[in-house]
C-alpha cells in the first residue's frame, strides 16, 4: 500500500468516526432505526453469502478492494420531521449496495472468463446448448450450483421442455439436471447480464473489509453534515475484492443478436 493508499483509508476511518458522533441535533432512534433499515434490506437482497466464500479481511493495508457505495445529504428539518417516514429511503440504499455488489462481481467474473463460442440466440433461444455446459462441468466433478441469468429470457427459459425449475424451493428457485441443483439469479435493472454464467459458489472467494464497530459487511455511517450545516449525511459502503480460485469451474454463454430484436 502506497503512502496516498495508507493516507486515504485513515481519512475515510476518521471521516466515518467522525459523521456517526455528529449526532448533537439528531433523534438518536431515528438514526439507529435507518442504519437498521440499511443494513436489513441489504443482508436480504445481497447474493454474495450465497454464490462465493467470504473471507473478512481485516488488513486495512490491504490492497484491491473496490468501494461500493453511496453517499448523500439529507435536509437536516427534512430528517428531524415526524411526518417523514423513512424507511423504505434507506430499505432503497440497502438494496442499492447490494446491486452494485452483484454488478461488481459479474463484471469480476466476465473479465476473467472467456466466453463459450457458443451463443443463445435472443430471439429463438435453444437451452440445450445450456444444458450442455452445465453436464460436462458435472462430469468435470466441478460442481455448479449458482447460475446467474439474464432476465430478458426468463419466460422462454420458465417454459422449456427442456428445464425442469424447482419453483418451490424457496428463493431463489433452483434449476434441477439429474441429481444437480443449481440456484438461479435473474439479472434486474440495476445489475443487468447479457449472458449465462455458471460456476461452482466455492470456486470464488469473496473477501470484504468488516466494519470495525459492527463486523458487519456492510459500513453505515449517519450523522450531520460538517461541510454542509443543516443537512444530515449518510455514507454506505462495503470494501470488496472477488477472486476466481478455480477458473475452470466457471462457464460463460453470451446471448446473441440485436437486445432490440429480443421478443421479451
Not at 96 to 117: D, F, M, N, T
Request: aromatic content about 10%.
Amino acid at each position: 500500500m502506497t503512502n496516498q493508499e495508507m493516507s486515504q483509508s485513515n481519512e475515510r476511518m476518521q471521516h466515518i468516526t467522525a459523521l456517526n458522533a455528529r449526532t448533537a441535533n439528531l433523534d438518536l432512534t431515528r438514526a439507529r432505526e435507518c442504519k437498521e433499515e440499511i443494513w436489513n434490506s441489504y443482508e436480504a437482497a445481497s447474493i454474495v453469502p450465497q454464490i462465493a466464500s467470504v473471507v473478512r479481511e481485516r488488513n486495512m493495508k490491504a490492497i484491491g478492494f473496490q468501494s461500493i457505495g453511496l453517499r448523500h445529504l439529507i435536509k437536516l428539518a427534512d430528517f428531524k420531521d415526524p411526518a417523514y417516514y423513512w424507511g423504505p429511503y434507506f430499505s432503497d440504499v440497502g438494496r442499492a449496495i447490494a446491486s452494485g455488489e452483484r454488478q461488481y462481481l459479474q463484471e469480476q467474473i466476465q473479465a476473467k472468463v472467456e466466453p463459450k463460442s457458443e451463443s443463445i440466440s435472443r430471439s429463438s433461444p435453444d437451452f440445450s446448448v445450456l444444458v450442455k455446459h452445465i453436464e460436462s462441468l458435472v462430469e468435470d466433478d466441478l460442481s455448479p450450483d449458482i447460475l446467474l441469468a439474464p432476465i430478458e429470457v426468463f419466460v422462454d427459459f420458465a417454459n422449456d421442455s427442456k428445464i425442469q425449475i424447482d419453483w418451490n424451493s424457496g428463493r431463489p428457485e433452483q434449476l434441477m439436471l439429474k441429481d444437480t441443483r443449481l440456484k438461479i439469479f435473474w439479472a434486474h435493472e440495476y445489475a443487468p447480464l447479457d449472458s449465462f454464467i455458471i460456476f461452482n459458489s466455492k470456486a470464488g472467494l469473496w473477501y470484504a473489509m468488516p466494519d470495525q464497530e459492527t463486523d458487519r459487511l456492510i459500513t453505515i455511517a449517519l450523522g450531520e453534515s460538517e461541510e454542509h450545516p443543516g443537512s444530515v449525511e449518510y455514507l454506505v459502503e462495503t470494501l470488496a475484492k472477488y477472486q476466481i480460485v478455480q477458473p475452470q469451474a466457471f462457464t460463460i454463454i453470451n446471448l446473441s443478436g440485436d437486445p432490440k430484436e429480443s421478443k421479451r
